[in-house]
């Protein structure tokens, strides 16, 4: 997409916003690479006579756009671990900022066993797989054969989370957890033998 087709089309808070797909393991520490859905939001600005910045785009407020998150979040669609995250970005907001510090240390405190556990993985896990089945939508045939290509590295991903939920003591969370995986596994089936046959076509 251009930025002129993004410039024109807008969005609800900023200037413009573009997403952006690339394959990377965000960190030296991460075990494999894969895709990952980056966005950028755009904003303008000029710099004045003087030397400062005159912003155009209307300044957004962060804690408003949390809150907003959270209830969309809460509502008729809910998402809870998107919810727990936005619930961490406020506290840790407000937290850093001398408010109610006692109370929000106790909302960190209490939420990081939750984003270190397997059912925040199960969501990044969710949002690889999103971010691949929109790549397949894609027109561009090159696209869609990179999409193909990280099909392995969320399988593994998959078999990595479903070890963690073997191990839980919450039996019947984990049970559930591994029922979502195997349906994930057996959806993943016909895309594996696809990426195959694209594979053998290119040998």
Not at 58 to 72: G, R
Not at 145 to 170: C, F, G, P, Y
Request: glycine share 4%.
């Amino acid at each position: 997409v251009s930025l002129e087709t993004a410039l024109l089309e807008g969005h609800r808070s900023w200037t413009a916003k573009i997403d952006v797909f690339a394959r990377t393991n965000l960190s030296n520490g991460a075990a494999r690479s894969r895709f990952y859905e980056g966005t950028n939001v755009l904003r303008f600005a000029f710099i004045t006579d003087q030397g400062t910045v005159k912003p155009v785009t209307k300044e957004k407020d962060f804690l408003h756009a949390v809150e907003w998150c959270m209830q969309e979040y809460s509502g008729k669609h809910p998402a809870a671990m998107k919810y727990v995250k936005r619930l961490w970005e406020r506290s840790a907001h407000l937290g850093q900022r001398n408010f109610d510090v006692e109370a929000h240390l106790g909302m960190l405190q209490t939420l990081k066993p939750v984003l270190e556990g397997w059912a925040a993985e199960l969501i990044q896990i969710a949002a690889h797989a999103e971010t691949l089945a929109n790549m397949l939508k894609c027109k561009e045939e090159a696209v869609q054969a990179d999409a193909l290509e990280d099909v392995d590295a969320l399988r593994m991903s998959l078999e990595d989370v479903r070890k963690r939920m073997e191990a839980d003591t919450q039996v019947d969370a984990a049970r559930e957890g591994m029922s979502c995986v195997d349906a994930v596994q057996d959806l993943l089936k016909p895309l594996a033998d696809r990426e195959s046959g694209t594979a053998s076509t290119a040998r």
